[in-house]
């Protein structure tokens, strides 16, 4: 089954200034898509953006990028010019090219200090 | 922009008792689903509709839990008899086309507390 991890429980990052989230996970598919979502304190979940795995471009929305690994499995999410409304929970996801269901890693607090 | 669309948006229920979470899917979608998330914990799938039948569901999903699509709009997960354990954050969410994925999109949440 396949598996996500976010290893960083918690992280801050001081207004206007980056911060990479990150986020592994374990497949033996070739073909997959990774999503990264943000869950604020209203408890909505937000798509941030998407990956798909035969691209191999980074997306990018705005300030949010992605570094995909597809060979060590790693999908990091970069914040750049760090808002007050960027303080959240974020989610990375995977799903399987044909699946139904998105697999969800534990989670990372994200705290944005002014 | 569309959106999902989930009622009440909490639900205070006596243990053992029936609840019925209601969801408007948007309206061009064809996918429907539930995800659950226990205060603190991950986000979890529950179950995949398609042309009015389940097309996955997990292992939490058992025979407490029913998923319907009474009419055109309305998608709706019932817990028959409510345990204290179904405390939780109950997302509901939708995508148009699966294969193409251009991710779901995901309503508003109901957070359903058992008493």
């Known amino acids: 089954a396949q598996t996500v991890t976010q290893s960083q429980p918690e992280m801050s990052v001081q207004e206007a200034e980056t911060v990479t989230l990150s986020c592994t996970y374990d497949?033996?598919?070739?073909?997959?898509?990774l999503f990264w979502y943000k869950q604020p304190p209203s408890r909505q979940m937000i798509l941030v953006i998407r990956?798909?795995?035969?691209?191999?471009q980074n997306a990018t929305e705005n300030r949010f990028s992605v570094n995909f690994q597809k060979a060590a499995k790693s999908f990091s999410l970069k914040i750049s010019d760090s808002q007050l409304g960027d303080a959240a929970m974020y989610f990375c996801?995977?799903?399987?090219?044909?699946?139904?269901?998105?697999?969800f890693g534990a989670g990372t607090i994200l705290r944005v200090k002014s | 922009e569309p959106e999902v669309t989930q009622t009440p948006s909490h639900q205070v229920t006596q243990m053992g008792q029936e609840v019925i979470l209601r969801c408007v899917p948007i309206?061009?979608?064809?996918?429907f689903y539930w995800y659950r998330q226990i205060l603190g914990q991950k986000v979890e799938f529950l179950v995949s509709f398609y042309n009015n039948e389940i097309s996955e569901k997990s292992e939490i999903f058992d025979d407490q839990f029913s998923v319907e699509r009474p009419d055109g709009s309305n998608f709706t997960l019932k817990i028959r008899s409510t345990k204290l354990e179904d405390s939780a954050m109950y997302f509901c969410?939708?995508?148009?086309?699966?294969?193409?994925?251009?991710?779901?999109?995901f309503g508003s949440g109901t957070r359903l507390t058992v008493v």
């Open positions: 996801a995977y799903r399987e090219e044909y699946g139904n269901k998105l697999v």
């Open positions: 309206s061009n979608h064809l996918y």
């Open positions: 990956q798909e795995a035969y691209k191999q």
């Open positions: 497949t033996s598919e070739s073909d997959y898509y």
């Open positions: 969410a939708s995508s148009e086309i699966q294969n193409l994925n251009y991710g779901y999109t």
